[in-house]
């Protein structure tokens, strides 16, 4: 038998939906894993570019992101850091 508040602890972990960013500037690739993470239950946002992401002001309130490395403002960033 589960002990008081284990049930409501457990309801809420269950309750929230994982949040995952995918930034991509490919519309095909960006829409396509969109539907399929979203019909795999995941509340998904949808970037396309690092711009549009990091103007977001998102990071805090996802758990995970996908992204094309290859996409021109994340290449010049990388290249300038170097």
């Known amino acids: 038998m589960p002990v008081r508040g284990e049930y409501s602890q457990r309801m809420k972990i269950e309750e929230h939906r994982h949040v995952i960013v995918i930034a991509d500037d490919d519309q095909i690739v960006l829409e396509s894993l969109g539907n399929l993470l979203g019909s ?20 805090n309130e996802i758990d995970a992101l996908i992204s094309d490395i290859r996409m021109p403002a994340l290449m010049e960033s990388n290249c300038n850091g170097a």
Do not use: E, H, I, N
Not at 40 to 59: K, W
């Open 40 to 59: 795999a239950g995941y509340s998904v946002r949808l970037f396309d570019s690092a711009d549009a992401f990091l103007q977001a002001d998102a990071v």
